[in-house]
C-alpha cells in the first residue's frame, strides 16, 4: 500500500519567516495530494491540495508543490503568523474510492 | 456547511467491553471513513466505507469492525477493548468524483482502562 514520509516532525520558526514541509510517497499511482492543518483541540481540516497533472499551486500565503519523478510534494508558507502555528499533515491518495494515507504530521510553531 | 458528527466527545470503558463509536454525515456524502491518531504517527485510516453496507479494511483494521446500514451513518465498533486502543477516533466523509476533500468530525478521546 501506500507509504507517506513527513519532515520535518516539529518546525519553529520566526514570525514572518517562512515554513517549507516535505513529504514523500511510494505509490506512482497516487495522483492527488491534499493537506490538512489541524489547530490544538480541533478538527483536521483542507488547506490545499494538488492534483498529479499540476506541479505548483498557490493560495495567498501558501503554496504546494509536486515532483511526480522524485516523488516528493512539499507544503511553502510565506510570511508566518502565529495563527499558523499548527499541525500540519500531508497525504496522497490514488483516487478511486479515495482512500487517503497521512503523512505523521509536523507541528509548526510560529514565535512572535 | 458540512457537518459530521460524533456520538462522544471523551468515552471511559473498561478492557474486554464492546465498544460502539458512532458519526453521522448530513451531507449525502458516499464515502465515509475512520482514523485513529496517536502523537508521533499521524492518522492511520482503520476502515472505510464507498457505500452502504459497503466495507474496506485500512491500515490498521485488526480489532476493529464497522457497519454502514445507513448513508449517513458509519459506526466503528471495538469487540474486545485493550488498552492499546486508547486513542483519538476521527471520523470523516467525502463525496464521490473529484469531490475529495475530506471533512472530519470533532474525534472521540477512548479511554481503555
Known amino acids: 500500500g501506500e507509504n507517506v514520509e513527513q519532515h520535518p516532525s516539529t518546525l519553529s520558526v520566526q514570525e514572518g519567516d517562512s515554513a517549507v514541509i516535505k513529504c514523500t510517497y511510494s505509490d506512482s499511482a497516487s495522483n492527488y495530494f491534499p493537506w490538512y492543518k489541524q489547530e490544538l483541540g480541533k478538527r483536521p481540516q483542507l488547506i490545499i491540495d494538488i492534483r498529479s497533472n499540476v506541479g505548483e499551486k498557490k493560495d495567498q500565503r501558501i503554496a504546494v508543490t509536486l515532483n511526480k519523478t522524485a516523488k516528493h510534494f512539499s507544503l511553502h508558507i510565506t510570511e508566518t503568523q502565529p495563527e499558523d502555528s499548527a499541525v500540519y499533515f500531508c497525504?496522497?491518495?490514488?483516487?478511486?474510492?479515495?482512500?487517503?494515507?497521512f503523512g505523521i504530521g509536523t507541528k509548526l510553531q510560529v514565535i512572535p | 456547511d458540512v457537518k459530521v458528527t460524533q456520538s462522544s466527545r471523551y468515552l471511559v470503558k473498561r478492557t474486554g467491553e464492546k465498544v460502539f463509536l458512532e458519526c453521522v454525515q448530513d451531507m449525502d456524502h458516499e464515502n465515509m471513513f475512520w482514523y485513529r491518531q496517536d502523537p508521533g504517527l499521524g492518522l492511520r485510516l482503520i476502515y472505510f466505507?464507498?457505500?452502504?453496507?459497503?466495507?474496506e479494511k485500512g491500515d490498521i483494521p485488526e480489532g476493529y469492525s464497522v457497519s454502514r446500514e445507513k448513508k449517513e451513518r458509519f459506526s466503528l465498533i471495538l469487540e474486545s477493548a485493550s488498552t492499546n486502543q486508547t486513542s483519538m477516533y476521527l471520523c470523516?466523509?467525502?463525496?464521490?468524483?473529484?469531490?475529495?476533500?475530506?471533512?472530519f468530525g470533532s474525534g472521540t478521546q477512548l479511554s481503555v482502562l
Open positions: 470523516a466523509s467525502s463525496g464521490q468524483g473529484s469531490n475529495e476533500k475530506l471533512f
Open positions: 497525504a496522497a491518495s490514488t483516487g478511486g474510492y479515495q482512500k487517503v494515507t
Open positions: 466505507s464507498y457505500d452502504v453496507k459497503m466495507k
